[in-house]
C-alpha cells in the first residue's frame, strides 16, 4: 500500500492506490487545511517533498488552481519562493505510490 508521510512529523500514513490524499488522511483522523474540497480554493495546497512522480497527474481544475496560486505567491514573496517546491492540492491529487508533502 502506498504511504503519505506528514514532513517534520513522525506521521505515516497507509492508503489505498488512488485514493485522494485529503480524503484518505481525513479518514485516518489527520485533518489537513482545507476549503472547498472541490479543487477551487486552494487552501488545501501542499509541497510535495517526495515522490512527485507517484501522484496521478494534476486534473484541468487542479492545474488552474496551482496557476492562481503560484501567481499569488510569486507577487506576495518574490519569483524565488516556489524554486525547488512542488505543488499539489490534497483534495485532488491522488496517490499512486509512497510520498512525503507539508502543507504551505
Ligand atoms: S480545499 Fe479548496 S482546492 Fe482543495
Do not use: W
Not at 508521510?5 to 485514493?19: L, R
Not at 488522511?25 to 515522490?51: F, T, Y
Not at 496557476?67 to 524565488?80: N, P, V, W
Amino acid at each position: 500500500m502506498p504511504r503519505v508521510s506528514i514532513a517534520g512529523t513522525e506521521k505515516i500514513f497507509e492508503v489505498k492506490d488512488g485514493e485522494v490524499i485529503y480524503d484518505a488522511l481525513s479518514d485516518r483522523g489527520e485533518d489537513l487545511p482545507h476549503g472547498c474540497l472541490a479543487g477551487s480554493c486552494g487552501a488545501c495546497r501542499i509541497d510535495v517533498i517526495e515522490g512527485m512522480d507517484n501522484l496521478a497527474p494534476p486534473t484541468f481544475i487542479e492545474n488552474n488552481t496551482l496557476e492562481a496560486i503560484r501567481e499569488e505567491f510569486t507577487q506576495k514573496h518574490g519569483k524565488d519562493f516556489l524554486t525547488g517546491k512542488n505543488l499539489r492540492l490534497a483534495c485532488r491529487a491522488r496517490v499512486k505510490g509512497d510520498v512525503v508533502i507539508k502543507p504551505i
